[in-house]
């Protein structure tokens, strides 16, 4: 599938889910007067990506696929690409007036932790997690999907995980 425009993200999200807000279903997020206006403000990352003067720094060549796909999905490798991630979260805050998007921003830092995490569990467990996380990193850096994360810190003792 490759980059959306930013149409196609808020056309996407007219996709039959089903949302409750403050205890009311919403049949359409779009049409809703407080849900549409996050909607709005949250496809500026997929305006940026878009628009000429931020492309190069929003999108970039993915070595596993060859396409260009949103720079938030590559794992940053180097001190160059973190500089980068940070000049994209700056300009994304500045140009949404000082409101941190969070919707590529926090969840491709989800995906990246996974990564690690799940490569420590495989080799300490014998267990095949990695290969279906890399999988659905793929897909999400592929069809160019936002995602929400709701995490906690560990609880309990740490020093026996």
């Known amino acids: 599938m490759g980059l959306r425009t930013a149409e196609q993200y808020l056309e996407g999200l007219r996709d039959g889910r089903t949302i409750y807000f403050r205890g009311e279903r919403v049949p359409d997020l779009m049409e ?36 260009r ?4 999905f590559l794992p940053p490798a180097n001190t160059e690409d973190l500089l980068k991630r940070r000049e994209m979260i700056e300009t994304s805050t500045r140009e949404g007036s000082g409101v941190v998007l969070l919707i590529k921003e ?10 690690l995490v799940a490569r420590q569990i495989d080799e300490k467990h ?12 793929a897909e999400c850096r592929d069809r160019d999907l936002s995602m929400a994360v709701a995490q906690t810190d560990a609880k309990g003792d740490r020093s026996r995980l």
Request: net charge negative; proline share 3%.
């Open 106 to 115: 926090i969840g491709t830092d989800a995906l990246f932790s996974l990564r």
């Open 69 to 72: 796909v949103s720079r938030y």
């Open 126 to 137: 014998g267990t095949g997690y990695l290969d279906r996380v890399k999988n659905y990193h």
């Open 32 to 67: 809703h007067p407080e849900l549409r206006v996050g909607a709005e403000h949250t496809a500026l990352d997929y305006h940026l990506a878009e628009d000429e003067a931020h492309r190069d720094l929003f999108t970039a060549m993915c070595p596993e696929s060859g396409e």
